[in-house]
């Protein structure tokens, strides 16, 4: 079982920053890839972004590549989404999920929200 809890959301202008952070806990953590998705009213969730414990591999949607980063701390095991140049349609819930493989959840956190102002 896995428990993820995410935090660092709120309001921010267009332009801004913000950074999401998911502590997670649970056993054989290690072997699942941690991803970002988000989601907005009326649409399916969507995948943002990935990272593995091990080897750190990255990966991005292309809505995120270039202005969003995820990063690990395999000490504390947390997952950070910082998220810059923020924009209106970044708005969404983001959750934090551990899946077997990259851009899959199997287990999630409960969500953050995040608004862009224009």
């Known amino acids: 079982q896995v428990q993820l809890v995410e935090s660092g959301g709120g309001l921010v202008q267009a332009g801004g920053s913000l950074r999401l952070s998911c502590a997670a806990s649970g056993r054989s953590l290690s072997t699942y890839a941690m991803n970002w998705f988000r989601q907005t009213p009326g649409k399916e969730r969507e995948f943002v972004a990935a990272i593995d414990w091990n080897f750190g591999y990255e990966y991005y949607a292309s809505s995120a590549k270039g202005r969003f980063t995820i990063s690990r701390d395999n000490a504390n095991m947390t997952i950070y989404l910082q998220m810059n140049n923020l924009r209106p349609e970044d708005t969404a819930v983001y959750y934090c999920?551990?899946?077997?493989?990259?851009?899959?959840?199997?287990?999630w956190g409960q969500g953050t929200q995040v608004t862009v102002s224009s």
């Open positions: 999920a551990a899946g077997v493989t990259m851009r899959r959840g199997d287990y």
